[in-house]
């Protein structure tokens, strides 16, 4: 194991909008407390011309700009020889789960490469080893938003920033469900109470209550994810352990 934390690159034309809110709350705090680092690299600075130009007219015509291959090269090898992840965001990647940042977090760390305009040269995906990675079936201006979405969703399960690693365990796709209904004071909001079971005091009977809400949540908005768990025999362990 390396001593050093683990590392977030990003590669992005706009270094200012980090860490954002990345720094802010726990993964702020576990930053300051460096459970893990951050750092932005500008493909501008490795232009080759006066005005910094990092995109040009797309091969074959159309709208809009291209990210130029040889300046993201260059920007993405002055990291140096560097084992870690190599991550492009692009909304024909491959979909990001939970189990894909549990993975991820167990690691270095990653480089995040942030795209602008209409994209990037597709020969510096093939040629620096890009992965492909999307957060969902829509389209962003760039990838800045999707990578710190990627590495807040990494950091957090990284020991020391949430701090109790318990407070993660019931929560949507942990145990392949979603997370089941939350509820505090007061008792009565606008005509709706906190269900009684859960001030009953009976914990067998509350954690019963709970896996049952999230059967449900899942089975009604997620049916895939459902399916999935079902198919896992995850549903049987439930049945031997009770």
């Known amino acids: 194991m390396t001593d050093q934390p683990w590392t977030a690159s990003i590669i992005t034309l706009y270094p200012d909008a980090m860490p954002g809110i990345l720094g802010a709350g726990v993964l702020g705090r576990g930053l300051q407390a460096g459970h893990w680092a951050l750092e932005t690299v500008n493909p501008r600075d490795f232009a080759d011309d006066k005005h910094s130009t990092v995109d040009d007219t797309p091969a ?14 260059k920007t993405i090898d002055s990291l140096g020889q560097d084992t870690r992840p190599r991550l492009v965001m692009s909304p024909r990647g491959r979909p990001f789960t939970q189990a894909f940042a549990h993975d991820l977090s167990r690691g270095n760390g990653a480089v995040f490469v942030c795209g602008r305009f209409e994209g990037i040269d597709q020969r510096v995906i093939d040629g620096r080893a ?4 999307s957060i969902g079936d829509f389209v962003l201006a760039g ?9 807040e969703a990494c950091v ?22 979603l997370e089941y209904p939350q509820y505090t004071r007061p008792r009565e909001f606008e005509g709706r109470a ?17 896996r049952e809400e999230a059967l449900k949540l899942t089975r009604a908005r997620r049916p895939d994810l459902y399916e999935a768990w079902v198919q896992s025999g995850d549903y049987k362990k439930d049945d031997q352990s009770s």
């Open 60 to 73: 074959g015509g159309g709208p809009g700009m291209v990210m130029r291959a040889d300046i993201l090269a």
């Open 194 to 210: 906190i269900p009684e079971i859960l001030l009953s005091g009976d914990h067998g009977k509350i954690a019963a209550w709970r």
């Open 143 to 151: 990838g800045e938003i999707a990578a710190a979405a990627m590495i």
């Open 130 to 133: 890009l992965e492909e990675v």
């Open 156 to 177: 957090r399960l990284i020991p020391g920033v949430l701090g109790a690693p318990s407070s993660r365990e019931d929560e949507s796709f942990e145990q392949g469900l």
